[in-house]
T-cell receptor
């Protein structure tokens, strides 16, 4: 069983749609990261969360520590948002990083 | 500030050889982490270095090793390469202000192909 599960695995949306990507984890964590990876491999860290909610532009990330669940929302999606979004958690025992398998998002103009 | 740089960007080796990859963190960053990304396993944590010491380690065999120099630059070494070691190797640096939740900044990666 994976320590981090993401859904959906693949997502296609029309430009302008509201998008939600979910992440559930089974270990105790110190923090949760949302990462964005564009074709070619470059990874950008979007958010680091340990509680509550964070917003950056059209991106919103929330975390519910009790339910061990986080969501990444994209409002008014745009084709340049097309990428793989990866959820990663830092366990609070052993400081080990665990990664989800990623959600491949395609936004169609 | 310059971002995280990794060299080389692409590398082709044969089974049984060894390889050394290099990572230069953002100036002032003291923590460097290494990750392996493959289509089958996704991203996996290799190890993290801070102040020239390995602070955390993932579940990889001893063929994978690393080190960090006094200027925070880091190298990782893979000995006795296997076909399954073909992957994108990413390093990331963080300021490490004392919080485990510092933002990580990723390099472009080194794509290793083992033939």
């Amino acid at each position: 069983k994976n320590e981090v599960e993401q859904s959906p695995q693949n997502l296609t949306a029309q430009e302008g749609e509201f998008i939600t990507i979910n992440c559930s984890y089974s270990v105790g964590i110190s923090a949760l990261h949302w990462l964005q990876q564009h074709p070619g491999g470059g990874i950008v860290s979007l958010f680091m969360l340990s509680s509550g909610k964070k917003k950056h532009g059209r991106l919103i990330a929330t975390i519910n520590i009790q339910e061990k669940h986080s969501s990444l929302h994209i409002t008014a999606s745009h084709p340049r948002d097309s990428a793989v979004y990866i959820c990663a958690v830092l366990s609070n025992t052993g400081n080990q990083f665990y990664f989800g398998t990623g959600t491949s998002l395609t936004v169609i103009p | 500030k310059a971002g995280v740089t990794q060299t080389p960007r692409y590398l082709i080796k044969t089974r049984g050889q060894q390889v050394t990859l290099s990572c230069s963190p953002i100036s002032g960053h003291r923590s460097v982490s290494w990750y392996q990304q493959t289509p089958g396993q996704g991203l996996q944590f290799l190890f993290e270095y801070f102040s020239e010491t390995q602070r955390n380690k993932g579940n990889f065999p001893g063929r994978f090793s690393g080190r960090q120099f006094s200027n925070s630059r880091s190298e990782m070494n893979v000995s006795t390469l296997e076909l399954g070691d073909s992957a994108l190797y990413l390093c990331a640096s963080s300021l490490d202000s004392g919080s485990v939740t510092d933002t990580q900044y990723f390099g472009p990666g080194t794509r290793l192909t083992v033939l």
